[in-house]
């Protein structure tokens, strides 16, 4: 079983910086996707930021976010991280990590084994 848990989420000002991690625990080999969806007030959940990794790592981005977001793996690869800069107010919402061994899609949550309780972030308006 394995299990992902969020953290670092919090309120700040338009413009302002976060960074949320996601700990994994339990059985971990092998290549994996970890990305990071959110849910904003009224719509549904979407992906924002994805790694992958076989025996080097890959990302990919939402393009509302590309150049505000940056995705990253700890080096024992049981952490990822998303550095979240020049933070909006649209970017209000609930933050989810997924874990994914074979994932085809990475922006359909439904390609993922395993999800995080949620951490919410809130940028002031």
């Known amino acids: 079983q394995v299990r992902l848990e969020e953290s670092g989420g919090g309120s700040v000002e338009p413009g302002g910086s976060l960074r949320l991690s996601c700990g994994v625990s339990?059985?971990?080999?092998?290549?994996?996707?970890m990305t990071w969806f959110r849910q904003r007030p009224g719509t549904e959940r979407e992906a924002v930021a994805g790694v992958v990794y076989v025996h080097t790592s890959a990302t990919v981005y939402a393009d509302s976010v590309k150049g505000r977001f940056t995705i990253s793996l700890d080096n024992g690869k049981n952490t990822a991280y998303l550095l979240m800069i020049g933070l909006k107010p649209e970017d209000t919402g609930v933050y989810y990590c997924?874990?994914?061994?074979?994932?085809?899609?990475?922006?359909?949550?439904?390609?993922?084994?395993?999800w995080g309780q949620g951490t919410s972030v809130t940028v002031l308006s």
């Open positions: 997924a874990r994914g061994a074979s994932v085809q899609r990475w922006d359909r949550w439904d390609a993922y084994d395993y």
């Open positions: 339990g059985h971990t080999d092998g290549p994996f996707w």
